[in-house]
């Protein structure tokens, strides 16, 4: 059993940076794959970034490639989000998540499966 919880979120204007944490408790942690998802109002939960369980593979879909990195503190049972360079675009709700697959295509880009855990949510909210 694992435990999330995010912070982090708030309102920031474009262009501007957001650091995201989720704290995950759960003697498993370090055996998951850890990520983030988001939903913005009225759309579908979609994949963000992902981390492999030691840290040694990173995952983005291709909006946030570039902007975002994705990272883990095992030590610490910690998984963060650096978002840069923030668009309007990127304004829902994030959502840390652990214990999915992740599938990179060469020409589909990254496929992720539906997390064992979620975490609660925290806004991110990006002014124009």
């Known amino acids: 059993q694992v435990q999330l919880v995010e912070s982090g979120g708030g309102l920031v204007q474009a262009g501007g940076s957001l650091r995201l944490s989720c704290a995950a408790s759960?003697?498993?942690?370090?055996?998951?794959?850890m990520g983030w998802f988001r939903q913005a109002p009225g759309k579908e939960r979609t994949f963000v970034a992902a981390?492999?369980?030691?840290?040694?593979?990173?995952y983005y879909t291709d909006s946030v490639k570039g902007r975002f990195t994705v990272s883990r503190d095992n030590a610490k049972n910690m998984v963060y989000l650096q978002m840069l360079s923030l668009e309007p675009e990127d304004t829902a709700v994030y959502y840390c998540a652990a214990g999915f697959s992740i599938t990179s295509y060469t020409n589909s880009g990254v496929v992720a499966g539906t997390p064992d855990y979620w975490g609660q949510g925290t806004q991110v909210t990006v002014s124009s």
């Open positions: 981390i492999t369980w030691n840290g040694g593979n990173t």
């Open positions: 759960g003697r498993t942690f370090t055996y998951y794959n």
